[in-house]
């Protein structure tokens, strides 16, 4: 059996303390301020290595990690739970889930519409803006009637020459 597999809620705060301090050395040792980069990953993963942490899934440790940069808010809220729940829930994964699940801020609904709504109010623009458009095209007629009435009233009031009045 897998000694992460019988860790109490205590004991994986002591694992992260303890992967914490190796975080801490292998950034001194490579003179870094983020956890990044091939020098850092070798020496941590040497660290790993030598203190037997290095069977832990490196995504378990980053939640163990988030879980300790927040650690006083998620204890807030495991004191809010039973004890029955505080059992089950010693578990970083599980822990780290059911926290975040239960602090996020709700997503806000969205304010007015459903979607068939929406439909009609769209249809119901649509046709309005094909009436704008119609009423438009007739305007431009209209403009352009007017445009070409006094060119054909010119013509029209010039007299015409007459086969005898030359």
């Given at each position: 059996m897998d000694i992460l597999e019988i860790l109490d809620w205590a004991d994986w705060i002591k694992v992260g303390e303890a992967l914490r301090i190796g975080r801490e050395l292998?950034?001194?040792?490579?003179?870094?301020?983020?956890?990044?980069?091939?020098?850092?990953?070798?020496?941590?993963?040497?660290w790993l290595q030598k203190n037997k942490f290095d069977d832990m899934d490196k995504g378990e440790r980053s939640r163990l990690f988030t879980i300790l940069d927040n650690l006083p808010e998620?204890?807030?809220?495991?004191?809010?739970?039973?004890?029955?729940?505080?059992?089950?829930?010693?578990?970083?994964?599980?822990?780290?889930?059911?926290?975040?699940?239960?602090?996020?801020?709700?997503?806000?609904?969205?304010?007015?519409?459903?979607?068939?709504?929406?439909?009609?109010?769209?249809?119901?623009?649509?046709?309005?803006?094909n009436k704008e458009i119609v009423r438009l095209r007739e305007h431009v007629k209209e403009l352009e009637a007017a445009r070409i009435a006094p060119a054909k009233l010119k013509r029209l009031a010039k007299p015409k020459a007459t086969a005898g009045a030359l």
């Open positions: 292998a950034l001194n040792h490579v003179g870094s301020n983020a956890p990044t980069g091939a020098a850092y990953h070798k020496v941590f993963g040497d998620v204890e807030r809220w495991r004191d809010t739970l039973t004890m029955t729940e505080r059992l089950k829930l010693n578990h970083p994964n599980a822990v780290l889930r059911k926290w975040q699940a239960a602090t996020k801020p709700p997503k806000p609904k969205k304010q007015g519409t459903s979607t068939a709504e929406e439909l009609a109010l769209a249809l119901e623009e649509i046709d309005r803006l």
